[in-house]
């Protein structure tokens, strides 16, 4: 079966196929069809089922192109995934207005529809908890969100935070002061910070305490007015721990809580106080609850399949119930 698409402007063509027709390719191993590019159509063959398929993800292509969106490995990788589950219709919620610039001039958006939930969550609430697995996004979102608000004058600090707990190793262990033993810790709070700021301006803000970076413990007894606040890796909290962290909360505040609840690394007798406050605050107005999926990685295709490989790992070993 062949099914013709015209394209009206030959750099959408460019752009759908991609530099070395990468993209086009892709699509063409993904759905077993052929594409060709013919006096200004499209011409997409294959059986019936899979030629749809690939005409309905080519089409949302398409409709990102035309809004000046770059197409890549990612976002056709994405498109296919909700052409395959019929929902290639909210490819529209994809061009996202954009969240901030980083230091190098690139702009920051969300780029799948789980994403653009999750940061409109954190815009309107006050409290935003945003759970799911490596390459979601969760943290480098949130510390994009911050630093525009803190560009736009919305707060005066940006405070980022995460619980000092050892995946495997032992904090005791490790050489230097308290800093130097808690700072890789905060490494992946530190990396994304340098991308939006770059390095000297981030350093201008460390100085005047614009900008804070530390472990949970530094939180106790502290209102914390007129701020950002970003608790990282919340699944590693015990439950007094995100009692205390979100009583913190002053006037002006916002909080992003990020985890990722399959990921936790406290002993097996401890309740992780994120799964707690997952269930103790879902309905509490002012506080909104994303769970991004596999689906929003948008890491290396690998970390997807990584992602994947574990959860239905999981999903065996405890008998079709997932993760326990």
Do not use: W
């Amino acid at each position: 079966m062949e099914q013709r698409i015209s394209i009206e402007r030959i750099e959408e063509a460019i752009n759908i196929f991609g530099s070395f027709d990468e993209n086009i390719r892709l699509l063409e191993q993904e759905f077993s069809v052929t594409v060709v590019n013919r006096d200004g159509e499209l011409r997409v063959d294959g059986e019936p089922e899979d030629t749809l398929l690939a005409v309905k993800a080519i089409q949302a292509l398409l409709k990102l192109s035309s809004r000046g969106e770059t197409i890549g490995e990612q976002t056709v990788r994405y498109v296919i995934g909700l052409a395959r589950s019929g929902k290639e219709d909210k490819v529209e919620e994809l061009t996202a207005d954009v969240l901030c610039i980083s230091a190098k001039g690139r702009p920051i958006k969300p780029k799948t529809i789980g994403q653009k939930e999750y940061i409109q969550s954190v815009l309107k609430n006050t409290v935003t908890i945003g759970v799911g697995p490596a390459g979601t996004g969760k943290t480098y979102l949130a510390v994009a969100a911050a630093v525009q608000a803190f560009r736009d004058k919305q707060v005066n600090r940006i405070i980022l935070t995460r619980p000092a707990v050892e995946a495997g190793e032992r904090l005791g262990f490790l050489p230097g002061d308290l800093q130097s033993k808690v700072d890789p810790y905060l490494r992946p709070l530190y990396d994304a910070l340098f991308d939006m700021l770059g390095a000297e301006t981030y350093q201008k803000y460390l100085e005047r305490g614009n900008i804070e970076v530390a472990p949970l413990a530094y939180m106790r007894g502290r209102t914390l007015d007129d701020s950002f606040i970003i608790l990282d890796e919340a699944q590693n909290t015990s439950r007094e721990q995100m009692k205390m962290f979100l009583t913190r909360l002053g006037f002006g505040s916002k909080i992003v809580i990020t985890g990722d609840t399959t990921q936790i690394d406290l002993p097996p007798d401890k309740m992780s106080g994120l799964k707690e406050a997952m269930r103790v605050l879902r309905d509490v107005e002012g506080i909104g609850i994303c769970q991004l999926t596999n689906a929003d990685v948008v890491r290396h295709v690998m970390v997807q399949r990584i992602v994947k490989a574990y959860e239905d790992y999981e999903i065996a070993k405890n008998g079709g119930k997932g993760k326990k």
